[in-house]
C-alpha cells in the first residue's frame, strides 16, 4: 500500500451466519480459540459449539446470532493481530458489527459487548411479536423514491428506510402491513425487485423503541475508552474516537437506520483503498463494490483467507 493509501476494517452484522464458522479459526490459532472460550464462560452455555455445529435454525434466533457473528469477528481480528496485520486507520461495523468494530479498536471489552448484544437480541426480539413486524429488501430505487414511498405507505403505521446499504440495495422496515403496501407502491415506480426478508423483527425503525430503552440501562453500565482508530458510526456516517459518544451511537442504532452506504463513501473520501471484511462471510465485500468499483476489497474469516490477506496488504 502506498503512504497515502489508507485500510478500513470492516465487521459484518446479522445475515452473515453460517454453521461452521469461526471453527477452523478456533482449530489453527490460539488467540482465536480463547475468544470462543471467553465467549462461552461470559455467556454460561457453548456458544462455539452452537456456532461449529450447532443448527442453522438456532444460529438464526437473533439472540444467538449476535453474540455469535460478534465472537467469529473477533477471533479473526485477534487472529490476524497476532500474525502481524497492519493497524486500520479506521473501522466501521454494519448494524450488530458496530461493536466487533468498537472491540477492536478497544473502547470496549469483549467480555462486556458479547453479553451486551446477546441482550440486545433478545430486547429486539421481544420489542414487536412475531408477525407484526417485518422488513423488504428494495433493488434499484434511489432512497428519496424509497422514503416517499414509505411515507405514503404508512397510513399512521411505521415504515421507513432501515438499512441504507448501497445506491442499488436499501432495506425498509416496519409494521407488515405497511411494509406490504410500500412493496406495491415501490413495484410500480420502477423498483427491480422488492423482496420480504426472513427475519424475525423488523430492525433499525420506530417500532424498536422499546429495545432501544432496555439496551439504554445496560448501555449506561458498561466502562466505554476512547478508540485507539476511528470508527465511522452507523447512525452518523461520521467518525469518532470519543469513548464517551459511543454510548449515545449504540443507543441511537436499535431504531436509527444503518447508514452503511453514506459510511463506506466517507471511508473513501477518507483515502481509505483497501476494505478488509473481518468475520463470516462476504456480505459486506459485496455492498462495498457495489458502492464503488474502485478499491479493494479482502476478507479473513479462515487461516486460508488470513494468509491470502496478509500477503495482499
Known amino acids: 500500500m502506498t503512504q497515502s493509501a489508507k485500510l ?9 451466519q453460517a454453521v461452521g464458522m469461526g471453527k477452523d ?9 480463547e475468544v470462543f472460550e471467553e465467549a462461552n464462560d461470559a455467556l454460561g452455555f457453548s456458544l462455539s459449539e452452537m456456532c461449529f455445529n450447532g443448527t442453522a435454525e438456532d444460529l438464526a434466533l437473533t439472540a444467538n446470532t449476535q453474540p455469535a457473528i460478534l465472537t467469529t469477528s473477533i ?11 497492519p493497524l486500520p486507520d479506521f473501522v466501521a461495523g454494519h448494524s450488530l458489527g458496530e461493536y466487533s468494530a468498537l472491540v477492536a ?13 446477546r441482550k440486545r437480541g433478545t430486547y429486539m426480539q421481544e420489542a414487536v411479536p412475531v408477525g407484526v ?20 405507505a404508512a397510513e399512521g403505521e411505521v415504515c421507513s428506510p432501515a438499512n441504507i446499504n448501497s445506491p442499488a440495495q436499501i432495506v425498509i422496515a ?6 406490504d403496501r410500500a412493496i406495491e407502491i ?9 423482496i420480504k426478508l426472513n427475519v424475525s423483527a423488523p430492525f433499525h425503525c420506530d417500532l424498536m423503541f422499546p429495545a432501544q430503552e432496555r439496551l439504554a440501562k445496560d ?9 485507539q482508530f476511528p470508527i465511522i458510526e452507523n447512525v452518523t456516517a461520521e467518525a469518532n474516537s470519543n469513548g464517551e459518544r459511543v454510548r449515545m451511537a449504540l443507543t441511537d442504532q436499535v431504531s436509527s437506520p444503518v447508514r452503511w452506504a453514506q459510511s463506506v463513501e466517507n471511508l473513501i473520501v477518507q483515502e481509505v483503498t483497501t476494505f478488509v471484511e473481518v468475520g463470516s462471510g462476504k456480505v459486506l465485500s459485496g455492498l462495498v463494490r457495489q458502492i464503488n468499483r474502485d478499491v479493494r476489497c479482502l476478507n479473513v474469516e479462515n487461516s486460508e483467507s488470513l494468509r491470502n490477506t496478509l500477503q495482499s496488504l
Open 8 to 16: 478500513a476494517y470492516i465487521f459484518p452484522g446479522q445475515g452473515s
Open 25 to 33: 479459526l478456533y482449530d489453527n490459532f490460539a488467540v482465536s480459540r
Open 75 to 85: 477471533a479473526a481480528f485477534r487472529a490476524m493481530k497476532a500474525e502481524g496485520f
Open 105 to 117: 479498536a478497544g473502547a470496549m471489552n469483549f467480555s462486556d459487548a458479547v453479553k451486551t448484544v
Open 133 to 152: 413486524g417485518a422488513m423488504a429488501a428494495i433493488l434499484g430505487l434511489p432512497l428519496e423514491t424509497i422514503e416517499v414511498a414509505c411515507d405514503e
Open 174 to 179: 416496519g409494521s407488515a402491513d405497511a411494509v
Open 186 to 194: 415501490l413495484k410500480e415506480r420502477g423498483a427491480k425487485r422488492a
Open 219 to 227: 448501555l449506561a453500565e458498561i466502562e466505554f475508552k476512547n478508540l
